[in-house]
């Protein structure tokens, strides 16, 4: 089994719709990014927490695909470049209606103000 087949699970659902952790702390995200190993549901690099590649680096799962519409891209944080990846299982990205920066009702007036870039 080769590395890519060990960081990718195509068979498990994502977490939700949200990140995680913001979800839990009342917290708010830019774009979401999806664990390919376990499904976990975390924000991006330029959002305020940065969920994502925290739990890429808490668990070891290197590898991410986007969680927005319209974006199935790979990234493996291991050699910092995109990857090719199976399908996932469904849904492939957070409610449309769902905006970005999110969720509703708690992102911040001054929000590109807080985004890492």
Known sequence: MNQESQAID??????????????????????LRRCAA???????????????TGHAEQTGHPVIQSFEPGEDWYWDYRNKTFVE??????PNHHPEDQPAPGPEGRVPPNWPSKLHQ
């Open 10 to 31: 195509p068979t498990v659902p994502p977490s939700g719709t949200g990140c995680v952790e913001c979800e839990q702390d009342g917290g708010w995200w830019f774009h």
């Open 85 to 90: 990846g199976p399908a996932l299982a469904p």
């Open 38 to 52: 376990c499904g976990h549901i975390g924000c991006c690099d330029d959002s305020p927490e940065q969920h994502a």
